[in-house]
């Protein structure tokens, strides 16, 4: 078995596919996932597996609809391991996520698609925001004074958009704790 972060796109957000998280917890227990926890409302989960991330996020991602009523076009699920996951952390761009009394800095997860593919919907204003991708990840800072300037927002809009989902540095870096603490072979 290996511990496994799964991050939901698509789920509580806006007021749109209401998830409770007791309930996304029976129903991943339900699909014989094994120690199942949560973390906050915005769709992660930490859970035990032994089949390949494939097939857990399509077990995933063909549950979902039925076990909630969703919007099934916005849902998607990526299942990282704890080595996947530290990877992100220790590779991002020299002092990424360290002044968060500066710059607002997220990891938008990157779910079947290229970093290339990604940063083609990115156009960072000068001054306000950066960009970097990496592998799996697209790192986004932008200037907390100025945010209200950035073109993260654009993003959304975009088609490419459909294969991301944003987690704040802050929540990454708890995410990894909560995992590294799971995982019985770290």
């Given at each position: 078995?290996s ?8 789920i509580?957000v806006g ?5 409770p ?16 926890s949560?973390y906050i409302?915005?769709g992660?989960?930490i859970l035990d597996?032994d089949?390949?991330a494939e ?5 995933i991602?063909?549950?979902l609809p039925?076990?909630?009523?969703l919007?099934s ?5 990526l299942?990282?391991?704890?080595g ?5 952390v ?7 996520g360290?002044q ?5 800095s997220?990891a938008?997860?990157?779910m079947g ?8 919907a990115?156009?960072?204003r000068e ?5 970097w ?14 945010r209200t ?8 809009s975009?088609?490419v958009y459909?294969?991301?989902t944003?987690?704040?540095?802050s929540?990454?870096?708890s995410?990894?704790?909560?995992v590294?603490n799971?995982?019985?072979s770290?």
């Open positions: 078995m511990t496994r972060l799964i991050l939901l796109r698509g509580n007021g749109r596919n209401k998830v998280m007791a309930d996304l917890r029976k129903c991943l227990e339900g699909l014989g996932f094994s120690r199942v949560t409302a915005s992660n989960a597996s089949q390949p097939e857990i996020q399509a077990r991602e063909g549950a039925e076990c909630f009523q919007d076009e916005l849902i998607k699920v299942a990282l391991t704890h996947q996951l530290q990877a992100i220790d590779n991002r761009p020299d002092g990424f360290e968060p009394q500066k710059y607002h997220d938008i997860f990157l698609i290229s970093p290339a593919q990604a940063m083609s990115f156009d960072p001054g306000v925001d950066c960009v991708p990496g592998d799996g990840v697209v790192y986004s800072q932008r200037l907390s004074a100025m300037k950035s073109r993260l927002s654009k993003v959304l975009t088609p459909k294969s991301m944003i987690r704040s540095w929540t990454t870096m995410l990894l704790e909560l590294a799971e995982d019985p770290s």
